[in-house]
């Protein structure tokens, strides 16, 4: 019997239906519902391109994650991995980055709950929406993991309706015609500020951000049920769906909707079911609305749960592991990464912090792609997913390929998060290594 068989594992029940939706309930999140018109103001008319392009690269990575996660199927994810190839200080830093992007994403999505769609029903001060709007969150987060698990749920099949919603309606403003649907806006590429391919590059940055999500799914493979054959069919499976879908509103938004009305709104979505006169409008804001605060939920708990675990383990302070008497959960590890996402979307604008995540995950990416390689000597007993190494080769590409296409405004979030991530990996590392176990 190996080592592998003789550890505890948690419960394999999880089956390849139940992953693949998982999955697509985190890949199709609220990003496009907020970020459709950031991208049609960086690449102009087409807005589906960039879509169909972060899909292909996202694929690239999804392969890595879909051998790594067959072949050493535990709960751990991209640090765990990056610990494994490259040691501890690698798997520290992977794992800063990780909760970084997800204190990001939060402020991001919060800005994107003050915006336009709240507008259908009330106008109110940015700041203070994103104040009660993120404290809400947390007291959500912190009233217990099964309250949050039962409004995701129902959420999410709130918001893969609204996206259906969205591309029906889409069709039906293009089938009556009208003086503002033109198919030639399919092929528009570029701006004043962007030649076609610079803009292609720069969106597909933006449109990346509407694909994260999978690679949390990772951890979900210790629990599934024969994760060799369910894990990659789930996956891949969920992501192209999730493409399909996103390259189908990217066409309609594009063919029914004038870009300049597109690109100035932050509800680009709420446009299309304007224009098809079927649906209220406050109806479509309201399932807008929902969707974004699912998203921020969901990556709320992922960072609090993140910040408890590192501080566990003596990488972060101490006192992010205290929990509520009652329910259990950490609610200092939740007021901190709440308020670091207060900070920074009253600071930031939705496209610079939907960019910044990006780039943080980008670094993890890329040593997630590295490791695959780095760790094809390392052979496991069990049978398990192998992707052609020209995939997580064209991963590494990919990954520096985008970061340079990073917009400056970006860096000023990026770097010092970087760095700290950077120092805090180094003393992290460090005392690891003077544990008495790891001597």
């Not at 995540?357 to 997913?385: C, G, I, K, Q, S």
Request: hydrophobic share 55%; with cysteine; aromatic share 8%.
């Amino acid at each position: 019997m190996t080592q592998q068989d003789a550890a505890p594992t948690l419960k394999r029940s999880v089956t390849t239906n139940a992953l693949f939706f998982f999955i697509l309930g985190d890949v199709l999140g609220a990003g496009v519902y907020v970020l459709a018109g950031h991208v049609a103001g960086i690449v102009g008319g087409a807005v589906w391109v960039p879509l169909v392009v972060a899909l292909l690269l996202a694929l690239l990575t999804a392969g890595s994650y879909a051998e790594l996660a067959t072949k050493y199927p535990l709960a751990g994810g991209s640090a765990h991995y990056a610990t494994k190839a490259f040691g501890p200080f690698i798997g520290f830093l992977v794992g800063f980055c990780m909760l970084a992007s997800g204190i990001v994403s939060v402020g991001a999505l919060s800005l994107g709950f003050a915006g336009d769609y709240l507008s259908s029903f009330v106008t109110l001060p940015t700041a203070g929406v994103v104040l009660v709007f993120l404290a809400l969150l947390a007291a959500l987060n912190a009233r217990g993991i099964g309250e949050s698990m039962g409004v995701n749920r129902i959420a999410t099949l709130i918001e893969v309706g609204g996206l259906v919603l969205v591309i029906v309606l889409g069709f039906l403003v293009i089938a009556r015609g009208g003086a503002q649907v033109d198919f030639s806006r399919l092929t528009q590429l570029g701006t004043s500020e962007h030649g076609p391919l610079s803009a292609v590059l720069a969106g597909t940055v933006l449109a990346f951000y509407s694909y994260v999500g999978f690679e949390t799914s990772v951890n979900l493979a210790e629990e599934t049920k024969d994760p060799s054959r369910s894990y990659p069919r789930a996956l891949f499976g969920a992501l192209l769906v999730a493409g399909v879908v996103y390259a189908l509103i990217g066409v309609v938004a594009s063919v029914a909707i004038p870009t300049d009305v597109l690109s100035g709104s932050s509800a680009p979505l709420l446009r299309i079911v304007e224009a098809a006169h079927v649906v209220p409008s406050v109806l479509f804001s309201a399932i807008a609305l929902v969707a974004v605060a699912n998203g921020a939920l969901l990556t709320g708990i992922m960072s609090s749960r993140l910040a408890y675990g590192m501080a566990r383990d003596g990488l972060l302070p101490g006192v992010l592991t205290r929990l509520l008497p009652t329910r259990r959960t950490p609610w200092v590890a939740i007021v901190v990464t709440t308020t670091l996402s207060l900070l920074l979307a009253l600071t930031g604008t939705i496209e610079v912090l939907a960019s910044t995540m990006v780039l943080l995950l980008l670094v993890v990416f890329f040593a997630v792609n590295l490791a695959v390689l780095a760790l094809r000597r390392d052979h496991v007993a069990h049978e398990h997913f192998r992707v052609p190494s020209v995939l997580p080769i064209g991963g590494l590409l990919s990954c520096l390929l985008l970061v340079t296409q990073v917009e400056r405004g970006v860096w000023t979030y990026g770097i010092p998060l970087l760095a700290v991530a950077g120092v805090l990996a180094w003393f992290a590392s460090r005392n690891h290594g003077n544990r008495p176990e790891n001597r």
